[in-house]
């Protein structure tokens, strides 16, 4: 066996311990950092019992307003300050604007610990958002600096216990879906979001073999702006064409988790920092969150993930 082939294999099975390792030095350097980084995201992560990936096939689906509700839904079902959110939509970030948290800043600590911003009801939020200095300031990043910002969200942000973790993931199967699959392999699974049209109907599609080429559980689909409910006489009237997420869900084997209803105040709520649920908590659309938020502790609770 050849010197290089040796060196190739150690650094193949390098476990950080560099002083009992015969490969150059630089090698080692490199490998015991890599090896540090990883444990000290192993140790973030494993104080999270649940983490879940909200992703969708395309824009305009409503896909973060689903996850900045969906977390608030939780924090009101008994786990009040044990709900996070990593934003980690890095080239648009918006969930900051729909908790009301515009303009504040991550706070930094010894060692180049971060801590998130939080929120009401002690929900914590980690966003690019907090990173920028203005709202015009673009981020323009090649795949491997957002894959290294997502890494250092999850490892280097003082996340303390929570129940729950969701990661908003901007649309489509690229770079930060990849990621964030990668850096957390326990991830309990992920819930694609549709919105009743063919065009979304066809890219979620790709989203669910996404999930299943990568080995990720599917947890369901959620379809957004389902009809709209009349606050006067309770009729519902299908704006869009409406069922194209529980079909997708039946055609492809996946669970359906619910139609949410298209409300003019989730819009208005979101644009004003408010969390629509927690502002309307009679509205049809609040109720459709709260049995989505049943059916996914249910699936975390009755399907553990393998590690």
Known sequence: MTSTTKQVNATEECNGKCDSCNTSSSCNDQKKQQYEQEQKLKLKLGKIKHKIAIISG?????????????????????????VGILDADIHGPCIPKMLGLKGQTLKGGPGGLLFPVVGKLG??????????????????????LKMRVIQQFLSD?????????????????????????????????VVIVTMPSEVSEAVV???????????????????????????????????????????????????????????PNVCNDSDNG????????????????????????????SEPVER
């Open 274 to 301: 408010l969390p629509f649920i927690a502002e309307n908590k009679n509205s049809p659309a609040t109720k459709a969150f709260r049995e989505i938020v049943e059916k996914i502790e249910h699936f975390v609770a």
């Open 205 to 263: 599609k790709k989203a669910v073999t996404f999930a299943r080429q990568i080995g990720v559980p599917i947890i369901g689909i959620i379809e957004n702006m389902s009809g709209f409910v009349c606050p006067e006489c309770g009729a519902e009237i299908n704006i869009f064409r409406t069922g194209g997420g529980k079909r997708i869900a039946d055609d492809l084997s996946v669970p359906y988790l619910g139609s949410i209803p298209i409300d």
């Open 123 to 144: 929900i914590k939020v980690v966003s690019m958002d907090f990173l920028l200095p203005n709202d015009e300031a673009p981020v323009i990043w090649r795949g491997p």
């Open 58 to 82: 395309k824009g305009g689906v409503g896909k973060s307003t689903v996850t900045a509700n969906l977390a608030m839904a939780f924090a009101m079902n008994k786990h009040e300050n044990q």
């Open 157 to 189: 942000v003082t996340w303390g216990n929570l129940d729950y973790l969701f990661v908003d993931l901007p649309p489509g199967t690229g770079d930060e879906p990849l990621s964030v699959a990668q850096l957390i392999p326990d991830l309990d699974g």
